[in-house]
């Protein structure tokens, strides 16, 4: 218990201190009157500063919640009629693109396949031009053959008809 007692008294001699020094300023202020009317003078023309911006920015709200009203009934219906008009001309884009690129992989097939025809053309070509100078080799050595069988007929039926007379066929 003396604790709590002791504790009792500390606080309200700590109590009592505060108080004598708020007592005592209170005193000093009430003695420097001419102050106290300064700060007095000083804390209605803030007030009066202050109730002339509330009433300004309270004008300043009113218009700005004006101009808000008049922007959004301007701008906001026509602003999705043109998210609309954006989106159609992305999409119609997107789409050309989309085509453009099918087209440009189909072209490039193309271009594939006519190039591997062009290869195919030209080793066709080279093979006929190969057997197209065989063809000419084959009518050369038989038309060489067929000379060298006529000239052969001859020496044997010359050799063979001395006379001059007809040879078998």
Same mark, same amino acid.
């Given at each position: 218990?003396?604790?709590?007692?002791?504790?009792?008294?500390?606080?309200?001699?700590?109590?009592?201190?505060?108080?004598? #020094?708020?007592?005592?300023?209170?005193?000093?202020?009430?003695?420097?009157?001419?102050?106290?009317?300064?700060?007095? #003078?000083?804390?209605?023309?803030?007030?009066?500063? +202050?109730?002339?911006?509330?009433?300004?920015?309270?004008?300043?709200?009113?218009?700005?919640?004006?101009?808000?009203?008049?922007?959004?009934?301007?701008?906001?219906?026509?602003?999705? #009629?043109?998210?609309?008009?954006?989106?159609?001309? +992305?999409?119609?884009?997107?789409?050309?693109?989309?085509?453009?690129?099918?087209?440009?992989?189909?072209?490039?097939?193309?271009?594939?396949?006519?190039?591997?025809?062009?290869?195919?053309?030209?080793?066709?070509?080279?093979?006929?031009?190969?057997?197209?100078?065989?063809?000419?080799?084959?009518?050369?050595?038989?038309?060489?053959?067929?000379?060298?069988?006529?000239?052969?007929?001859?020496?044997?039926?010359?050799?063979?008809?001395?006379?001059?007379? #007809?040879?078998?066929?």
């Amino acid at each position: 218990m003396t604790v709590v007692s002791g504790l009792v008294r500390y606080v309200a001699a700590e109590a009592e201190r505060r108080l004598r #020094e708020g007592l005592d300023l209170m005193s000093r202020l009430g003695q420097d009157r001419t102050r106290l009317d300064a700060y007095d #003078e000083r804390l209605r023309r803030m007030e009066q500063t +202050l109730d002339g911006q509330q009433a300004e920015l309270r004008s300043l709200r009113a218009d700005l919640d004006s101009l808000v009203t008049q922007l959004n009934d301007r701008v906001l219906p026509r602003l999705d #009629e043109r998210m609309d008009d954006t989106e159609r001309d +992305l999409a119609t884009v997107a789409t050309g693109v989309l085509r453009q690129g099918r087209d440009n992989a189909a072209n490039g097939t193309r271009l594939e396949t006519v190039e591997q025809r062009v290869g195919d053309l030209r080793s066709r070509l080279s093979r006929v031009e190969q057997r197209a100078g065989l063809w000419r080799d084959l009518q050369a050595n038989l038309a060489r053959l067929g000379e060298d069988l006529d000239a052969l007929r001859t020496r044997l039926t010359a050799t063979d008809n001395p006379l001059g007379t #007809e040879a078998r066929p």
